[in-house]
């Protein structure tokens, strides 16, 4: 029985020397094929990474134009206060003119009728158109300086949004520039993935030649014993 046992046994290590070999191959494949689904999606996360960057950096452009805008808006509305202003007071100088033609007039009405111009009811008369004639530039002053105060009014709030935007500018270059040192510490995981790449692959071959190895001494070992028994008489 000794003799078939042997060769029996020789067959099996044969056969389980090469199962092993198959496994520690597909093991160290499987592990391989692991690792680089790994590597995939850190580029991939990278990538996102990089994206987020760009759309960061081009939301800080646009808030920084969309500053630009709201000082250009709060100059215009500043020109347009003092604008407001000035053509008030024109208006005010024009009415005061009209008011004093007016009072000369009827100073010289007075006269041509022979009233006493420097007395009574003629002064009187002319009083009240003086003060109806300040009345009159008060007003004109007045509504000029509401339509000038509303234009400075303007001019704050589009002061404070380009405050605003200069700022939102700044956050989003910040979250640009995070987003841009994210994508570099994520694709420094790249070199421990192609190392642990590389690793695997050297085991699986480790696990291979070691299966291969362990089969063969254990064949020399049967075989020795065969020898010894007489299972191999031309040995």
Known sequence: M??????????ANIAGGIFGAMGAKNKAKGDALNIQGQMLQTMGQAYQLDMQAAEYGTRANMSDYQAGVAKINRDIALQQADYALA?????????????????ASAK?????????????SAVDVRASMVELGTYDQTVIRSNAAKVAWGYDIEATQNEAQSALYTMQAGI????????????????QGLGIQKQALGVAQEAGTIGVMSSLVGAA?????????????GLFPNA
Not at 112 to 119: A, D, E, I, K
Not at 177 to 183: D, H, I, K, P, S
């Open 217 to 229: 001494g254990s064949v020399a070992s049967k075989w020795t014993q065969g020898t010894s028994v």
């Open 172 to 187: 989003e270059r910040m979250q640009a520039t995070a987003a841009t040192e994210g994508a570099k510490i994520t694709r």
């Open 2 to 11: 000794g003799g078939p046992m042997a060769a029996i046994g020789i067959g």
């Open 108 to 120: 010289a009405y007075q006269a041509s009728s022979g009233l006493n111009v420097n007395t009574g």
């Open 87 to 103: 053509v008030g007071d024109v208006e005010a100088q024009k009415k005061g003119m009209e008011w004093r033609s007016a009072i």
